[in-house]
């Protein structure tokens, strides 16, 4: 509950701004969003979803579908931040978050005719989600463009990733800020920066792992760590727009388990604290929601939590979504000539690191099968959030960075002498 209350405060702080100086900085750039189109890419290629029937050298060395920015959910979280109607009251206007919308036009169409006045369309509302990336969004915007929010991005994300891996290291070993870093350049991490919607989630992992980073021995004593988990799921829930929100729990997971040497038992409590914070705000955004806006939104939110966890596709090409299909169509946005050479170049660092100490390795695999369950997290995810996962592949595909980094951690852990009895522990925890 207080985390409920706390979210619609922050919204209603934001939401009393003037939205004049953010329609300034967003019109500065909306031109750049057109130009750019819906789903921009880094270079050429093909941009598709591969299937069994589309397998050939082309689709495999040269798919960019995993490389590609999301600027249509831009265009959507831009008219959210500026639209502004002195009809409605403060605490409507956060609940609801309305944008203007042309029923023919696409979100950055839309969000242009609205700067340009052309209001043509309809008011709309987005109430089933939180939004509360708006607590920073809307500030932001009074101060910068969409432009320089980018090179802001770019900025903030690459500090946070130092300062992660220099605790990391500092806490454990260099080699596994390695494989943090591996597991981030399998998802292709340059264009993040570059899409708000893709940036959400990667906020809360990197800040959740360093704030976690630099309170270990807080987070050791009774079950703080548990709380900890809950309110992530509840950030998580709070900032994100759907993306690839298991990274937050994933990674943290990861990054605690290596830090504390805790393992499967303390995996399963922190991830069903995770849930309890993630849905938990969830539907208490729908509850409250349908109470002052006088809408069923709990309707609404169910509706849609059963669509993205349906069989059905907003595509054509197939007409039921498999657990299987959903996990192909994950993988087939990591077909390209550059993750291939990222995996290789893993692999290579990965042999090296078990031919140096075979005896360990063989010894300690089996001791390290707990990293093994938070790798299996993604795939339970795209099994039942089918819908979503196989629709939305070119970005869901980045919750595979907790598969990569939780089988790497596990294969160096396993490269260790970890007998505490053995006086040559480098225990520097």
């Known amino acids: 509950m207080i985390s409920i209350v706390t979210g619609i405060l922050l919204l209603c702080l934001v939401y009393m701004l003037p939205t004049g100086r953010m329609q300034k900085h967003v019109e500065t750039d909306v031109l750049l969003l057109q130009e750019e189109g819906n789903y921009t890419v880094f270079w050429d290629g093909f941009f598709v979803r591969m299937h069994p029937g589309n397998i050939n050298a082309q689709t495999f060395f040269l798919n960019n579908r995993g490389m590609a920015r999301d600027n249509l959910t831009d265009a959507v979280m831009l008219g959210n931040a500026v639209y502004e109607k002195e009809a409605k009251g403060t605490l409507e206007k956060a609940l609801a978050v309305y944008r203007y919308l042309d029923e023919d036009e696409m979100p950055i169409s839309s969000l242009q005719n609205y700067l340009d006045g052309e209001n043509a369309g309809e008011e709309v509302s987005y109430s089933r989600y939180w939004h509360g990336y708006l607590v920073v969004l ?104 759907l993306t690839y929100p298991i990274i937050t729990l994933g990674g943290l997971l990861v990054i605690s388990v290596l830090a504390t040497e805790k393992k499967t038992g303390f995996i399963i409590r ?96 089996i001791r390290q099968r707990h990293y093994l369950v938070i790798a299996l997290y993604p795939f339970i995810w795209y099994g039942v959030i089918k819908n979503h996962s196989y629709d939305h592949s070119s970005f869901t595909y980045r919750a595979l960075f907790v598969t990569v980094f939780a089988l790497m951690v596990m294969i160096v852990r396993s490269c260790e002498n970890i007998d505490r009895s053995d006086s040559n522990y480098p225990d520097k925890k």
């Open 138 to 241: 809307k500030p932001l915007l009074c101060i910068f463009t969409y432009s320089q929010i980018r090179i802001f991005n770019v900025l903030l994300q690459s500090i946070l990733l130092i300062l992660l891996c220099v605790k990391l290291s500092g806490l454990t070993d260099w080699k596994y800020s390695i494989c943090f870093v591996g597991g981030g350049l399998t998802v292709f991490p340059f264009v993040i920066p570059f899409c708000m919607q893709y940036s959400t989630a990667t906020y809360v992992m990197l800040l959740s792992s360093i704030v976690y980073l630099c309170n270990i021995d807080y987070w050791k004593k009774d079950d703080r760590s548990l709380y900890y988990f809950m309110l992530t799921g509840i950030l998580t829930s709070y900032v994100d727009f």
């Open 270 to 365: 922190s991830s069903v604290m995770w849930c309890i914070g993630y849905f938990g705000m969830w539907f208490g955004k729908w509850a409250v929601a349908s109470v002052v806006l006088r809408e069923n939104v709990v309707q609404d939110g169910l509706e849609q939590m059963l669509f993205r966890t349906s069989s059905a596709t907003d595509t054509m090409s197939e007409k039921k979504v498999s657990v299987l299909s959903a996990i192909f169509a994950n993988f087939s946005s990591m077909t390209n000539v550059y993750y291939i050479v990222v995996f290789i170049l893993l692999l290579i660092f990965l042999i090296a690191l078990a031919k140096k100490q075979p005896n360990y390795f063989l010894k300690n695999l």
